[in-house]
């Protein structure tokens, strides 16, 4: 069992700085894969950054040089540093995890439903 809790999201204005955070609550949490997806009014969710047990890493090209995946294993704390913001990073932001998707981060930032455990979502917005 694997309970994915996010906090974080605010509004700022374009160019702010947001760090979302996710406790997760697993046993396994040394061999989870891990990511951030988010979903904004009217569109399908997308991945955001994906990290796997490794520390290998995956970001979608809108986010790249912007944000950051991190974890903390000490904490079982998953972070998602987003710099720069833009009004098109609005959306509601959500933590997923899997201890046994085998896929690689790349694959999974795209799979939007593969993982089997969410949060409930953060949302962020990004004002102009």
């Known amino acids: 069992q694997v309970t994915l809790v996010e906090s974080g999201g605010n509004s700022v204005e374009t160019g702010g700085s947001l760090r979302l955070s996710c406790s997760v609550s697993s046993y396994t949490y040394s061999r989870l894969i891990m990511g951030w997806f988010r979903q904004a009014p009217g569109k399908l969710r997308e991945g955001v950054a994906v990290i796997d047990a490794d520390g290998s890493i995956s970001y979608a090209d809108s986010v790249k040089d912007r944000f950051t995946i991190s974890k903390d294993t000490a904490k079982n704390i998953l972070y998602l540093q987003m710099n720069n913001l833009k009004p098109e990073d609005t959306a509601m932001y959500y933590c997923?995890?899997?201890?046994?998707?085998?896929?690689?981060?790349?694959?999974?930032?795209?799979?939007?439903?593969?993982?089997?455990?969410w949060g409930q979502g953060t949302q962020v917005t990004v004002s102009s």
């Open positions: 997923a995890a899997d201890p046994f998707l085998a896929l690689t981060p790349a694959q999974a930032l795209n799979s939007r439903g593969d993982f089997g455990y």
